[in-house]
């Protein structure tokens, strides 16, 4: 007997014999193995399970509610409130009826029991290895001692856990300290009036900290590309101002106190508008300039003997606006560039060697990246911390989740996943395309991240049935995805970014312009991507799982108790006594596991189901559920396509999938609203709120715009008659390959800049409408190259690894970038033929 700590409860100890354990092995309707073991007494007493702990079993997924090591909790739950009239979302009628109609549930607990070191179930084991690595495959809760990477999933010596962490804790000991000793940085504008034929000065209160000033000015200001189209500028330099010694206080100190004034920097020529009909037309942008007034003007201006004046003054036949910020300690970008590429690089090695979870990576490079903004004197305040997260975008997928989560209560991804199948007549390379192909028409015309979180699930249950490995699979599905989603301005957020700027839009492109200019190199790139994934996956095994299924099916039913115990914590006794029992359910399939790696495995013959019994097995479960899903569908779907017409309605994305999911939980009348927000993937949530804040530092650090400076200047440096041929190469591929490893969002705002400006440069005489086709090919297609490059990349991953299959950065890395250069290619001839050679524009 062993007492738990969840009032008193005995467990008694039970010994199964083998033939018990392995009794039952049947397929669950979940995708997972579920053993029946038929004890021959009651694990726990009917009158020991409290209300309590009632409520903690009804939160748990169906598949493990039916188990019948928790049959004492369903027995007492039906002797308390009887049978249910509503049954509990997709419940069985019994664990041991084999009849699992209706008892279909995706696992949706994102936890991983830390205790274990079970391999994640699309880990292959190599036979020859079987009885070598038993010890690593297997934990029965006897002794074994195992070191896990929680992020990896796989085994790492001590030796690598005792530098990762200690690397980790030299990083925290780095921006914690920074952070706790350097104040959020407070400028204080100053709304200033520069007047005609004459000038304006602000006096430095106080002695600059070094020789570097920044000066940052907001107002109707053209880009520097202007500087050959127009002839009016406001002009700024610095002053050494010469006083007494016995009026040293620049704040009191009056003209005749002034010995002598000095031209310590150059002037700073500003692009303005050359009315003032123009100024009111124009958006308010920020120019910032560092001056650098030297050692020995510093040392004068330190010591008392002169202080520093800013002149500004214009040659515009009108008063000029602007808004003036002093900066005492900017940043030297120069240095800033190098951290920038540090923390990026350092990002790059979490994920790509998987030392910690893709989301506690991205968690501590974009605090690192908020350190070295405090070491350089630039902390952030929080409220503009908070500014950088896309909001917008976190809506969408909160929204669609939840959408998801509901919907697919109904079995509509089942049935979808059987019709696919009579479609396909069961082939495996027609069921693929069938399914690529439909997801790219259908991220042409909803948001790409929409569509992945749709058709995530049907891929999944769809190779379940036809027993494939749905990691390859999926990666085609998002590729393919992304590829459709450069069709149309609302197919990818990179075009919404490109389509909705005011000054492309003056220029002729809009919704048709732009579908039809994009519609031929996407159908030529969707061929060589079907040849490219079709010549990688030639051995149709490479779709296959590479172990005998009947192993891979215990380490996934091992996998989804281990995320079902991890998810209740200690908090209660009551919890633990639901979280114990769970886990004695870990440590006997983990003890069938072993076994069954030290004696082999009879490979199960490959399953052959009829289409009659698949249909039978999946059936639409909720059909009442299933149109109040439809209506919502109809409504987010509907108001979607008006996205791209803002006279018509006002909604954004975000705030459709939100009211969306609001509908559909009012039409759902849910009162286990906790198991619906449970399916929530908040991690991805956190780690897209992280890469935003990431991403925003290191433009803050210069990273973003230096590489704009670099293409642009490239552009420039070509002859005149090859510059359009060069603009769209530079323009496309840096766009690309940037795309892969930074969030395309803040690249793709930077490079639209870049391509108005060298459009509206009238020396170099480019067309703007070629530079748009190549951001947009470059910006949404370079997505595809890792996978972090695209938003739908990371929710495919994200709700795939909720569902018990999970790949990794260099998996992905080996499919997707091929096939991204070769995309890129394609659309460099035809870029090249269409406004080069034939001049289309």
């Known amino acids: 007997m062993s007492k738990t700590r969840g009032k008193n409860v005995v467990f008694k100890i039970l010994r199964f014999s083998e033939e018990e354990e392995l009794a039952d092995l049947k397929r669950s309707p979940s995708g997972v193995t579920v053993q029946s073991i038929r004890p021959n007494h009651s694990v726990i007493s009917l009158s020991q399970v409290t209300e309590a702990s009632l409520e903690i079993w009804r939160t748990l997924p169906a598949a493990i509610r039916q188990d019948p ?20 979302p997709n419940e069985d009628v019994s664990a041991d009826d084999g009849d699992d109609n209706h008892s279909k549930e995706f696992i949706t607990i994102k936890v991983t029991n830390p205790d274990s070191s079970i391999e994640d179930s699309s880990k292959a084991v190599e036979p020859a290895n079987e009885k070598n690595g038993q010890q690593n495959a297997t934990t029965d809760g006897e002794g074994d001692e195992h070191e896990t990477t929680v992020g990896g999933h796989h085994q790492q010596g001590k030796l690598f856990g005792y530098i990762k962490v200690g690397i980790l804790l030299v990083v925290w000991l780095f921006f914690t300290g920074f952070l706790m000793s350097v104040h959020e940085k407070e400028l204080t504008p100053r709304q200033l009036s520069v007047p005609e034929a004459t000038y304006r000065s602000y006096i430095l209160p106080e002695s600059p900290p070094t020789s570097r000033i920044g000066i940052n000015l907001k107002g109707a200001f053209l880009s520097d590309q202007h500087h050959n189209n127009t002839s009016t500028y406001l002009f700024v330099n610095l002053q050494l101002l010469y006083i007494h010694s016995n009026n040293s206080n620049s704040s009191y100190f009056q003209e005749h106190d002034i010995k002598h004034v000095e031209n310590i920097t150059n002037a700073w020529h500003v692009p303005i508008p050359s009315s003032l009909d123009a100024i009111d037309r124009m958006d308010e942008t920020t120019r910032k300039h560092v001056f650098d007034i030297g050692p020995i003007n510093h040392q004068k201006v330190s010591s008392g003997k002169a202080v520093v004046r800013v002149r500004m003054s214009s040659n515009l036949e009108a008063d000029f606006p602007t808004k003036f910020t002093y900066d005492p300690t900017p940043m030297d970008v120069e240095v800033g560039v190098i951290y920038a590429a540090i923390v990026l690089l350092g990002l790059y090695v979490l994920i790509i060697w998987e030392i910690v979870h893709r989301t506690f990576a991205a968690i501590i490079a974009s605090t690192l990246a908020i350190g070295v903004l405090a070491a350089m004197n630039e902390r952030p305040s929080m409220p503009k911390l908070i500014s950088w997260i896309d909001v917008e975008t976190l809506l969408l997928l909160f929204g669609m989740m939840i959408l998801v989560a509901i919907l697919s209560e109904t079995g509509i991804f089942d049935y979808l996943a059987v019709y696919a199948y009579q479609v396909t007549n069961g082939k495996v390379w027609p069921l693929i395309n069938c399914l690529c192909i439909f997801t790219a028409i259908l991220s042409s015309f909803l948001d790409n991240v929409t569509t992945v979180l749709l058709m995530t699930p049907v891929t999944i249950r769809l190779c379940e049935v036809m027993e494939l490995n749905p990691v390859p699979v999926l990666m085609s599905m998002v590729i393919y995805s992304n590829v459709g989603g450069t069709l149309t301005p609302v197919g990818d957020p990179p075009n919404v970014i490109i389509a909705s700027n005011s000054h492309i839009a003056k220029n002729g492109v809009n919704f048709a312009t732009f579908t039809l200019h994009m519609a031929i190199p996407i159908f030529f790139v969707m061929i060589t991507t079907y040849f490219q994934l079709r010549m990688k996956f030639k051995n149709i095994n490479d779709l296959r799982f590479s172990e005998p299924q009947d192993v891979q099916e215990i380490r996934h039913e091992i996998a989804v108790w281990q995320r079902a115990a991890a998810s209740l914590s200690s ?12 886990l004695k359910k870990v440590n006997r399939l983990s003890r069938t596991l072993k076994k069954k790696l030290v004696t082999g495995s009879v490979p199960v013959e490959s399953y052959k189901a009829t289409l009659e019994e698949m249909k039978r097995k999946y059936p639409i479960r909720s059909k009442s559920l299933l149109v109040k899903s439809a209506i919502t569908l109809a409504f987010v779907i509907t108001f979607f396509f008006l996205h791209s017409a803002p006279d018509i309605q006002k909604l954004s994305l975000g705030w459709t999938a939100l009211l969306g999911a609001l509908l559909l939980l009012i039409l759902a009348d849910r009162e286990d609203i906790e198991s619906v927000i449970a399916r929530v993937e908040w991690s991805t949530l956190l780690f897209f709120a992280a890469l935003f804040i990431l991403m925003e530092a290191l433009a803050e650090l210069g990273l973003i715009d230096w590489i704009g400076k670099q293409t642009e200047n490239v552009i420039l440096s070509v002859s005149e008659e090859s510059r359009l041929a ?55 297609l370079g997505g595809n190259g890792t996978l972090i490059g695209a938003s739908a990349n990371v929710v495919c991953a994200g709700v795939a690894e909720q569902h018990g299959y999970r790949f990794t950065f260099i998996e992905y890395f080996k499919v997707g970038f091929p096939v991204m250069v070769g995309s890129v290619i394609v659309s460099t001839i035809y870029l090249m033929f269409a406004h080069v050679v034939f001049t289309w524009h």
Request: charged share 20%.
């Open 571 to 582: 908090y209660s006794k009551d919890e633990d006594l639901v979280r114990e029992t769970l």
């Open 726 to 780: 060069v603009a769209i190469l530079i323009i496309l591929w840096v766009s690309a390959f940037a795309s892969a490893f930074v969030d395309n969002i803040p690249l793709t705002t930077m490079m639209v800049k870049i391509a108005i400006g060298l459009a509206e440069n009238e020396t170099l005489d480019l067309p703007l409408q070629p530079l748009v086709w190549a951001l947009a090919l470059g910006a949404c």
């Open 69 to 88: 090591s928790l049959a004492s909790f369903r027995q007492e739950h039906e002797r308390l409130h009887g049978p249910d009239e509503d049954p509990l």
